[in-house]
Every structure is written in structure tokens, then in C-alpha cells.
């Protein structure tokens, strides 16, 4: 089975562009979860996506969106980049469903290499 | 809420010594609680999970975790450390709310130094 694909590896921005980061989940699998990595604040949620509907948000400003397709795959989108914003950007997916499997492998989280945003 | 506290930002032990990476979380339900390890510029690859059951778990790469509820603590253990360990950890509780949604919470991570 193939891993979770994150698009492009390697992005540079300048301030105020913006830019759409994407990732391919893990075949079945119907939940996608996009972090914030830097060594300052750590790996920090920004959004999960189960079925094409937002269900859960972590505190970042409305400058940071996504959504996600019919087929599960995801995309994240910054507008008016900030320096702030260059960091490793993960995506995660699990099968996060009511009726997938048991409880126990919901929550398991399979990780992608992730995209390294450079913003200058 | 649930959080995850990692005792110990950097750790440094010699090879071929045992690893202790401490894990101490808040739950106000049964947590789910899992270990990663990031090597330099990739992402986080399970290295094993609690769930239900055995409290004793055991991972990939000689690694184990032992939950007890009693201390709220879920430390990662390595017999004997090996240069190719030197990565960074990340603990991380979950639960599943109903209807199958999920929150993760990630702790600090702690960044393990394997010296010659």
C-alpha cells in the first residue's frame, strides 16, 4: 500500500503570495490532518478533514484554509504569507470513521514527509 | 482536556546504554497513546501504540512503552541505544469522541543524542 504523497517537497515563497500545499492519504483512508512544524512552537494541529467536512480546527488565523476532495485527497491553502509562516508542513491520515474497523485503529495516524515552506 | 507533557527536551546517552524518554499525559477519558520518531526533514513514523489491553507495548526498532494509568505516564524504553536512534520523539494521547472523530494531541518532542 502506498504512504500518505505531500506536494511539493520543497516550496519558496515570498511575503504576501500564497500558496496551496497538497496530500494524497493512505488508500481507504477518509480523515486528513495538516500540522504546523517549526523549532520554536513545535508540531502544532492546524486542521482535520474527515468525508469533505472540517470536523475539527486548531488556532491559526483564517489565513491558513484547506479542504478536501471526494477521492480524500487534501489540500491546504496560505494567503498572504508571513516569515512566521516558513515551517515543515505534515499531513496525516488515518481512517478516522465511526464504522472503520475498531475503535483502536482510528486514531492511528500514518504521516507524510511533509512540505518544507520557505517564505522570504 | 487532554495534554501531553515530555520530560526533557534534549537527551543524551551513550551507545549501547539504555533510553528513557519520559511521557506524562492528562486525559479525562481512556487515552489511546502513541510514540513517533522524526528523522532530519521527514515525518513522524509510528513507533508504537497503546490502545486496550496489554499495558506493556512493544515497537519497532527494540523499542517498548509501558502505560500506567496509576502514574499517568507512558515512558519509551530502549535496552541498548544505537547510533541510528539519534532522531526526535514525539509521545501523543488520543481519543475517539463519538461518531468516530478523533483529537491528537502531540507533546514537545524530545531529541535524542546517541554518543559514540
Known amino acids: 500500500k502506498a504512504g500518505v504523497t505531500q506536494t511539493p517537497r520543497y516550496l519558496i515563497k515570498t511575503r504576501g503570495q500564497q500558496v496551496t500545499l497538497s496530500c494524497s492519504p493512505i488508500?481507504?483512508?477518509?480523515?486528513v490532518s495538516w500540522y504546523q512544524q517549526t523549532p520554536g512552537q513545535g508540531l502544532q494541529f492546524l486542521f482535520e478533514?474527515?468525508?469533505?467536512?472540517?470536523?475539527n480546527k486548531g488556532n491559526f488565523p483564517g489565513r491558513f484554509s484547506g479542504r478536501q476532495f471526494s477521492n480524500s485527497r487534501s489540500e491546504m491553502n496560505v494567503s498572504t504569507l508571513e516569515l512566521g509562516d516558513s515551517a515543515l508542513y505534515l499531513c496525516?491520515?488515518?481512517?478516522?470513521?465511526?464504522?472503520?474497523?475498531?475503535?483502536?485503529?482510528?486514531?492511528?495516524?500514518?504521516f507524510g514527509p511533509g512540505t518544507r515552506l520557505t517564505v522570504l | 482536556a487532554q495534554s501531553v507533557t515530555q520530560l526533557g527536551s534534549h537527551v543524551s546517552v551513550s551507545e549501547g546504554a539504555l533510553v528513557l524518554l519520559r511521557c506524562n499525559y492528562s486525559?479525562?477519558?481512556?487515552?489511546?497513546l502513541f510514540w513517533y520518531v522524526q528523522y532530519p526533514n521527514q515525518g513522524l513514523q509510528l513507533l508504537l501504540k497503546?490502545?486496550?489491553?496489554?499495558?506493556l507495548v512493544k515497537g519497532i526498532n527494540g523499542f517498548e512503552a509501558e502505560f500506567k494509568k496509576s502514574e499517568t505516564s507512558f515512558h519509551l524504553t530502549k535496552p541498548s541505544a544505537h547510533m541510528s536512534d539519534a532522531a526526535e520523539y514525539f509521545c501523543?494521547?488520543?481519543?475517539?469522541?463519538?461518531?468516530?472523530?478523533?483529537?491528537?494531541?502531540f507533546g514537545t518532542g524530545t531529541k535524542l543524542q546517541v554518543i559514540p
Open positions: 496525516a491520515s488515518s481512517l478516522g470513521g465511526p464504522r472503520d474497523l475498531a475503535v483502536k485503529y482510528r486514531n492511528e495516524q500514518f
Open positions: 486525559s479525562s477519558v481512556p487515552p489511546y
Open positions: 478533514y474527515f468525508s469533505e467536512t472540517q470536523r
Open positions: 497503546y490502545t486496550t489491553g496489554a499495558t
Open positions: 501523543a494521547v488520543s481519543f475517539a469522541f463519538s461518531g468516530g472523530y478523533q483529537k491528537v494531541t
Open positions: 488508500s481507504g483512508h477518509r480523515s
